[in-house]
């Protein structure tokens, strides 16, 4: 039996989220019905973490167990020929067998991106979140420091998450304003079910002004959902790459040739 792994990305627009479901209009069901189609018998996957709906994926991992023996590049080639243009295998790997897409990653980042103007741009619609009014870029950021470190989450945490456990460590959060777009990037240990969508709501909520910056403390110390912002919308929310130990040698998300690390690295310095 080898072990294989692979790396996804898919605009989750169009889908129920990541994990399948009866009626089947999941990104996993979708992989899933791809390698089967491929491999000739059915292909569980186990994924490195499960997306909402309408989250998008750049640097998803999954690995599955197989008897067949075919080179990486057939394990890209072969599912994408099966897959709709919404998502696409972006590398395979063969793995050792103690190698798990869930267990082992240790760190986890997101991206959300934010349009800031009077008017939706239908060009943007389900790729970048939005906010009607003007943002104060400098109270978010001062609010994103409040919640680095190891923290009681459950005040950003939905009622249908199956976590263990409420207590993350938040390594990061940026703030980076270009022109009508804020870039968000969290990166942490893992995170909850809504827990990203929950501080962005927070954050909108103190960039237009509507609470104070001390608030954001307020709501984290509370550990209390009701006392937080309403949950912000999926659109702009990109699970952006997953970390394992160097020895499992996982690439880094691309698009083409670029690595989105790369790229966030650049604007930060521009």
Not at 50 to 65: E, K, N, Y
Not at 218 to 241: I, K, N, S
Request: aromatic share 12%; proline share 6%.
């Amino acid at each position: 039996m080898k072990r294989i792994a692979l790396g996804i990305q898919y605009d989750g627009s169009a889908f129920c989220g990541w994990q399948s479901q009866p009626h089947g209009n999941t990104v996993q069901d979708e992989l899933e019905r791809a390698l089967r189609e491929f491999a000739q018998m059915p292909v569980q996957t186990v994924v490195a973490g499960r997306t909402d709906t309408g989250v998008h994926g750049l640097g998803q991992v999954v690995h599955f167990d197989t008897e067949l023996d075919r080179a990486g590049i057939s394990w890209v080639r072969g599912p994408n020929s099966f897959l709709p243009k919404s998502i696409a295998v972006q590398w395979a790997r063969p793995m050792p067998e103690e190698f798990h897409a869930r267990f082992l990653a240790f760190e986890r980042t997101y991206y959300y991106v934010l349009y800031v103007n009077p008017v939706r741009s239908p060009m943007l619609a389900t790729r970048a979140g939005w906010s009607h009014a003007s943002l104060d870029v400098d109270a978010m950021r001062v609010a994103a420091a409040l919640l680095i470190g190891e923290h009681d989450f459950s005040a950003f945490r939905s009622s249908q998450c199956q976590a263990k456990t409420p207590v993350k460590h938040l390594y990061q959060i940026d703030v980076l304003q270009q022109g009508d777009f804020v870039h968000f990037r969290f990166r942490a240990n893992a995170f909850l079910h809504h827990m990203v969508r929950n501080i962005m709501g927070c954050f909108v909520y103190i960039g237009r002004g509507r609470r104070p910056v001390d608030w954001m403390a307020e709501v984290l110390a509370g550990r209390d959902r009701e006392f937080a912002a309403p949950t912000f919308m999926p659109d702009g929310l990109y699970l952006a790459q997953v970390r394992y130990p160097e020895q499992f040698d996982v690439p880094a998300p691309q698009i083409g040739s670029v690595s989105w690390s790369t790229v966030w690295t650049e604007q930060a310095k521009s």
